[in-house]
């Protein structure tokens, strides 16, 4: 079945440094794959995506490549804000579906 | 253009009760799709409803139904409910139609929902 693993534990950083958060993925098929942050008290918001092997998602100073043959699909920001801090999720979905299957997400601090 | 509504925001139950969630989606979606995110976990897919009918289901048991309406709005029902099943309950919505798959679903601010 799909299944996505984010990096354990929470990241805390200070401001404008470099954000990486890892995601790698099992999936049937070519699945797209998604970044969902989440903010405190919200629901998800779509960050960024890719839907076929080698494209790089990017949105907001966040970019993410979809990484076929490691089966990644890594998230990095060069400088980080205050306001970037919140919870960020790994997802994807496949077999023509619309079905998310998400990684355990991980919280991101951002300290001034 | 209003996003992905839901209904109540907040509510309380006891064991053994039943409640039902309410979802609008955004406008020109014609999928809705139901999450349950328990606290610190990522959400993990309910069902999915399409003209009307469940075209997929997660790994959840039968006490969790759903409905879509003719407009695409979307019930979630849980029935006899257990102190596990207190979560955020997300809903997302998307376009399916012309055989349009994969595409990026929208969330709601989601139901939190308390058992005691």
């Known amino acids: 079945g799909n299944s996505v693993t984010q990096m354990e534990g929470p990241v805390t950083l200070s401001e404008e440094a470099f954000l990486t958060i890892n995601c790698t993925y099992t999936?049937?098929?070519?699945?797209?794959l998604f970044w969902y942050v989440q903010y405190p008290g919200e629901g998800l918001q779509l960050l960024l995506k890719a839907t076929k092997a080698d494209d790089k998602g990017s949105n907001k100073g966040f970019e993410a490549t979809y990484r076929k043959e490691t089966t990644s699909f890594h998230l990095e920001k060069g400088s980080v804000q205050v306001s970037d801090s919140a919870v960020y999720f790994c997802?994807?979905?496949?077999?023509?579906?619309?079905?998310?299957?998400f990684g355990k997400g991980n919280q991101v601090v951002v300290i001034p | 253009d209003a996003g992905v509504t839901q209904s109540p925001t907040h509510l309380i139950k006891t064991r053994g009760q039943q409640v039902t969630l309410r979802c609008s989606p955004k406008?020109?979606?014609?999928?809705v799709s139901w999450y349950q995110q328990a606290l610190g976990q990522g959400p993990q897919f309910i069902f999915q409803y399409y003209e009307e009918e469940e075209r997929q289901r997660g790994n959840f048991p039968d006490r969790f139904s759903g409905h879509q309406f003719p407009n695409y709005s979307s019930e979630l029902n849980v029935n006899a409910l257990l102190l596990g099943d207190s979560a955020l309950y997300l809903c997302?919505?998307?376009?399916?139609?012309?055989?349009?798959?994969?595409?990026?679903?929208?969330f709601g601010d989601g139901t939190r929902l308390s058992i005691l």
């Open positions: 997802a994807l979905s496949s077999g023509g579906n619309n079905r998310l299957a």
């Open positions: 406008s020109g979606h014609d999928t």
């Open positions: 997302a919505s998307s376009f399916q139609g012309q055989g349009i798959f994969n595409q990026p679903q929208h």
């Open positions: 999936a049937t098929g070519y699945p797209s």
